[in-house]
């Protein structure tokens, strides 16, 4: 069973801050996923990291993908009180070819960005 | 705008009765899937349909019955359900076909499901 481990779970910052979250795994997968969902929503997806080491950068939000494709890294600059939302992880893994994406989550990491 | 629609958004049922979540997509993706999200779990999978077929079944117990007439909808019926099954169940679909991109999922709102 593949496991995703997403640092930290909670998350309090004050508006101008920096933070990073993880996400950490044992296993490699073929992409990486971040997705944001906020109370009373489904999650939306924000970037897919594909290729090892890669940097994709979404306005404030960086994202990275390790070497190896075992972990990733959520950093956003200056955080605003809009940031604030579930931050989740999504590892792809589809093997055998499948056609359809077999996800694994991470627990999520909560984001309050206060004013 | 989502493109992933589900109805209910809000569920109470008793123990004993039968009912339906229905989502309906309007991307044009070929595969649905159904997860189960409760507090302090991982979003957890639970089927998979893919042109219309069901390729996954995550052990989930036989009273979560899905079910996909075509490519746009989705279903899942629910019957005799216990307190621990209340959650938010959340609808997704992907495009279904190749590359890496063609994997990324697109929510639907959920339906938040309360068991008495």
């Known amino acids: 069973t593949q496991l995703l481990e997403q640092s930290p779970q909670f998350l309090s910052i004050q508006e101008g801050e920096n933070l990073t979250v993880y996400c950490n795994s044992s296993s490699v997968f073929s992409s990486l996923q971040w997705y944001r969902q906020e109370p009373g929503e489904g999650p939306v997806l924000l970037v897919t990291?594909?290729?090892?080491?890669e940097v994709k950068k979404l306005k404030r939000l960086t994202f990275q993908f390790g070497d190896a494709r075992k972990d990733s890294s959520l950093h956003i600059t200056a955080a605003q009180p809009g940031d604030t939302g579930l931050y989740l992880c999504a590892g792809l893994s589809n093997a055998g070819g499948t056609s359809y994406g077999k996800l694994t989550f991470g627990q999520g990491t909560i984001l309050t960005v206060h004013p | 705008e989502t493109g992933v629609t589900q109805t209910p958004r809000h569920l109470v049922m008793g123990m004993t009765n039968k009912k339906s979540l229905k989502c309906e997509q309007h991307l044009g993706h070929n595969a649905m899937y159904w997860y189960k999200q409760s507090a302090k779990k991982p979003l957890e999978l639970m089927f998979v349909?893919?042109?219309?077929?069901?390729?996954e079944n995550n052990s989930v117990p036989s009273r979560f019955s899905p079910e996909c007439p075509n490519s746009s909808h989705l279903f899942l019926h629910l019957h005799t359900l216990q307190p621990e099954d209340s959650a938010l169940y959340l609808c997704a679909s992907s495009q279904g076909t190749s590359g890496v991109f063609a994997y990324e999922q697109y929510f639907g709102p959920g339906t938040r499901l309360t068991v008495t």
């Open positions: 349909y893919n042109f219309k077929e069901q390729t």
């Open positions: 990291v594909v290729t090892g080491g």
